[in-house]
Structures are given as structure tokens and as C-alpha cells.
């Protein structure tokens, strides 16, 4: 059973990814936070398998910042960014920055296949942003 550690500052965005996921059996979410700092402190007691990272995070710490410093703590956390920015530059970097993964906001089929294939070990990125 994979578990999950959801970032995101959009409390609507968490509840959906999480009913999303409990309606999965192979994954569950067991964490979530709306911002960089809290984020860091519960990861502290959680060990999550995947954390899933909105990059436009609001506050002191943007998700590009925290996404460096989860990856600086944490290196084999696999982190999957989910986004706005359909650019495959934007995703690059992000993957570059210690990402294994990067979607698109709004896809459910590519989201939940993405957590699965960094789950795996793999990397993945949407076909939508790839132009696929």
C-alpha cells in the first residue's frame, strides 16, 4: 500500500485528491498540509511514500522552494509535482530540481497513473505536457 502526503494550499484540491486516492486500494493518503513549513515539520514523524506537490504553492515557501529543500532532506522521497504549466521546460526543470514526477491539475487518469508509476520507482510525465 503506497501512502501519500498531499501539498497543496487550495483545501478543495486536497479533499479531491484524497477522495481520488481512497477510492483506490492500492494507495492511501496519510498527511496533508497547505504549506512549505508545515509540510516540513510533519514530514519529520510521517514517511511517506510519495508526496504530491502543487508548485504554486502561496506563502514564505513556494513549491519550487520546497520541492529543493524536500529533495535536499529527503533523496529518495518520490515527489510528484502536479501543476498548471503544460510546458515540458517547466516539467524538465522541476524533474532536475529531484521530482520523479510532474502532471497536469485537473487530469484524474493521468494523476492517479502517475502516482502509481512513481510508486514503482519510475518517472513520469503527462502525455499533455510532453504534446502527446
Not at 492511501?28 to 510519495?50: C, F, H, R, W
Not at 517547466?90 to 510532474?102: K, V
Request: proline share 2%.
Amino acid at each position: 500500500m503506497a501512502t501519500i502526503y498531499i501539498i497543496d494550499d487550495h483545501e478543495a484540491v486536497r479533499q479531491g485528491y484524497t477522495l481520488l486516492i481512497h477510492r483506490e486500494g492500492d494507495m492511501t493518503v496519510i498527511g496533508e498540509s497547505s504549506n512549505g513549513a508545515e509540510a516540513l515539520e510533519q514530514m519529520q514523524t510521517l514517511s511517506p511514500d510519495i508526496v504530491v506537490l502543487d508548485i504554486s504553492l502561496q506563502g514564505s515557501m513556494d513549491g519550487v522552494g520546497l520541492l529543493r529543500e524536500l529533495h535536499k532532506q529527503y533523496p529518495k522521497l518520490a515527489i510528484l509535482v502536479v501543476s498548471g504549466h503544460d510546458e515540458m521546460v517547466y516539467a524538465e526543470r522541476m524533474m532536475r530540481l529531484g521530482a520523479r514526477g510532474y502532471v497536469m491539475k485537473g487530469d484524474a487518469l493521468a494523476f492517479l497513473h502517475a502516482l502509481r508509476e512513481v510508486a514503482r520507482g519510475n518517472t513520469y510525465v503527462s502525455d499533455h505536457v510532453r504534446g502527446g
